[in-house]
């Protein structure tokens, strides 16, 4: 592989594990735009039971939900990306976690979950066509907080944003 081969390869894994994270970003911020960035206009999302459809209804759903919801967080590692020139595959390991209120009780819901998302390079970025998700396990339970989350905000009022002023919404590509 030439030197040029070499850095677009690593170009490329850099953008989509890049857009991984915006991802996670989107949901714990329920920023619909930046989910949307994510996905191609025509790309299609199997959330194993809970959602299947296009990803741009899946975003819309998710932070539908996640209003419900007191907190999420979304974290994400193991991404393992095979490059084919404008096309690439990819496994994502990924934990979710959620709190809600049931009867009174603070309950959280942890989920270990896989994403296999098929990309392709459109027009110069790099986007999902498909993704499908495998729920390895998942648990709930009744929690007690250490503390009070007072900085943390589920919207653009996060302060994230101050820091992250640059970030624009098209494909989570920084002016």
Partial sequence: MSDAETLRHLLDRQAITDLLYRYCRSMDRMDAELGYSIWHEDATADYE????????G?????????????????????????????????????????????REQLRQLTM??????????RNGLWGIDKRVQITD???????MPASKQERTRRDRSDPSYNVL?????????LA
Avoid at 49 to 56: D, H, L, N, Q
Wanted: aromatic fraction near 10%; hydrophobic fraction near 35%; glycine fraction near 8%.
């Fill in 49 to 56: 039971g809970y959602y299947k459809g296009s990803g741009r």
């Fill in 137 to 143: 396990f998942d648990e709930i339970r009744d929690v």
């Fill in 112 to 121: 270990w979950v896989r994403y296999v998302d098929e990309w392709s390079r």
């Fill in 58 to 102: 899946f975003v819309d759903a998710a932070c539908a939900t996640h209003r419900r919801m007191l907190a999420h967080s979304h974290q994400i590692s193991n991404i393992i990306i095979e490059l084919d020139g404008d096309r690439a595959g990819s496994e994502t390991y990924v934990t979710g976690t959620l709190r809600l209120m049931k």
């Fill in 165 to 173: 002023a640059r970030e624009v919404l098209t494909r989570g590509r």
